[in-house]
C-alpha cells in the first residue's frame, strides 16, 4: 500500500547540481518523518537526510551538511532533495524512505523506494 517513487536522478559533473523527488503514497505523508538515503558501489546503506512530519526538524549526514537540502511540499505528498557542489564521492543509488516514530524520536525506516541513480563524474 505504501508507495515511495523516486525520480530525477541521472549523471552530472563535479561541481554541478541535482534535485531529486520522491512521490508518496499509500500513507498520510504529512504525519510522517522522512528520509534519504544512499547507497555506493560495493558499499554499505548511508543515511544522508531527514525531515520531520512539518518540516521544521532537519539533519544531515556529515558529509552532506551544506551542500544538500531536504524539503517536502505535504500538499503534493512529495519529498525533495537539492544536491548541489556535486562530488564523485556522492554517486550512489538514492532511496526516499519513511521514518518510524516511537512517540520521543525516530527510531527507524520502515518503507524504501526502489532508488534513483547519480552519477558524478567528469
Known amino acids: 500500500e505504501v508507495q515511495l517513487v523516486e525520480s530525477g536522478g541521472g549523471l552530472v559533473q563535479p561541481g554541478g547540481s541535482l534535485r531529486l523527488s520522491c512521490a508518496a503514497s499509500?500513507?498520510?505523508?504529512?504525519?510522517?518523518?522522512m528520509s534519504w538515503v544512499r547507497q555506493a558501489p560495493g558499499k554499505g546503506l548511508e543515511w544522508v537526510s531527514g525531515?520531520?512530519?512539518?518540516?521544521?526538524?532537519?539533519s544531515y549526514a556529515g558529509s552532506v551538511q551544506g551542500r544538500f537540502t531536504i524539503s517536502r511540499d505535504n500538499a503534493k505528498n512529495t519529498l525533495y532533495l537539492q544536491m548541489n557542489s556535486l562530488k564523485p564521492d556522492d554517486t550512489a543509488v538514492y532511496l526516499c524512505?519513511?521514518?518510524?516514530?516511537?512517540?520521543?524520536?525516530?527510531?527507524?525506516?520502515?518503507?524504501w523506494g526502489q532508488g534513483t541513480q547519480v552519477t558524478v563524474s567528469s
Open positions: 525531515i520531520n512530519n512539518g518540516g521544521s526538524g532537519i
Open positions: 524512505a519513511k521514518c518510524v516514530w516511537d512517540g520521543l524520536y525516530y527510531s527507524s525506516l520502515d518503507y
Open positions: 499509500g500513507f498520510s505523508f504529512s504525519t510522517y518523518g
